[in-house]
């Protein structure tokens, strides 16, 4: 571990009681921030970052952390769904209501007639599993041409642009050029998917967060900063599939 980031972080305001720490993954090009379900902060950070660049990056996030680890804290988990109909689901920002039919072998899911139809499951996990499928799917063809004028504005080239299930992240960047975003991310509005796809666009060009990485999503997002503040506000509020 690196002490000089650990000495940056420990001169961040950051509140005395939480617990957080810092790990270096070799296998890291950017910093990544975990926020456990017990509220500890765990910073993972390359083996060559600069504490300062670290830092930086921190304090802006730092309102953010702080909602989540509250949330964390006390007791606010992962958002679950009833599978049964009436249920509220979103799609790139509308709000749809579950119906569920009744089972059968040639029906799926599908958004008809305002409804987000679900072929009855044999279980609320499969019922999960098969709209995730079913967000991952639309997101897959959504992003492809989603991203295509946003790379161009970042002055990036990624090999693929894919969405999947990514746990706790949101976004990521693969050493081979490959981005993938979170299906639960398909819930929000497209301006604020466009974030996160801009987030791991940049890391296309330039690998720490800091300032020059900000100023690189700036040339694509204007209002940085008002979407970095609504994304918080909707982040802990994403369906990730527990039922």
Known sequence: MSLSVQSALASL???EEWTWRVVVRPRRRTLGIEIREDGGVLFAVPPDADPQAVAEAVRSRLPRIANEVERRRHGG???VKELVSGAS???LGRRHRLKVLPADRDRRVRLHQGWLELPHPGSPQEGARLIANWYTARGNRWVTTRAAPLAARAGAVPKQVAVRDLGERWG???PDGSITVHWALMQ???R???LVLVHELTHLTVAAHGVAF???MRLVLEDLEGLEHDFAQVESSLW???V
């Open 13 to 15: 305001p950051m509140p």
């Open 188 to 190: 929000l509005p497209p």
């Open 214 to 216: 900000r100023r690189r």
């Open 89 to 91: 689901f979103a799609y």
């Open 240 to 242: 990730r599939g527990a």
């Open 192 to 194: 604020l998917v466009d």
């Open 172 to 174: 990521a960047c693969a």
């Open 77 to 79: 988990g992962e958002p």
